[in-house]
């Protein structure tokens, strides 16, 4: 259920949540990435890349540097670097971003705002988003 490997894209995986795994609550991870094949209900804040695999379903909130989906997603996301959604992608979420992908025949409804990279800051080892309501 849990191990470490390459990704399709070539980026290594530290944690893999496999297709059997069900989890409901909060994941934090400074740094690392995690890929996700099974369930998971609640909040990602993960320091690296985020993969959610074909048979991976996600509902809540995620924050990560760099979010891959090929499987569902239902909430908000939030990438710091790049949101990628491949062809199986199936995506109901309001997303924020700095780069996103969308391969053909992936699903998205929501809403998009992009990031300014100029809006990161780093805090410790996990970026986080300065928001400037008054402006």
């Known amino acids: 259920m ?3 490997k390459k990704a399709k894209n070539g980026c ?3 944690t893999i949540l496999g ?4 989890y409901k609550g909060i994941i934090e991870a400074n740094e690392g990435s995690l890929r996700i094949d ?7 804040c993960i320091g690296g890349d985020l ?10 909130t ?3 540097k760099n979010i891959i989906i090929a499987g569902e997603v239902h909430g908000n996301i939030e990438a ?3 949101l990628e959604l491949a062809p199986s992608a199936k995506v109901m979420a309001d997303a924020k971003m700095v780069f996103f992908v969308i391969e053909d025949g992936a699903f998205f409804q929501g809403q998009c705002e992009p990031l300014s990279q100029d809006d990161l800051s780093e805090e410790g080892k996990i970026l986080t988003v300065n928001s400037n309501e008054n402006n």
């Open 19 to 22: 297709k059997d795994f069900s």
């Open 38 to 44: 099974g369930y998971f209900e609640g909040e990602l």
């Open 51 to 60: 993969v959610i695999g074909e048979t991976g379903s996600v509902y809540g």
């Open 80 to 82: 710091r670097g790049k």
């Open 62 to 64: 995620v924050i990560a």
């Open 2 to 4: 849990l191990s470490k």
């Open 12 to 14: 290594r995986v530290d």
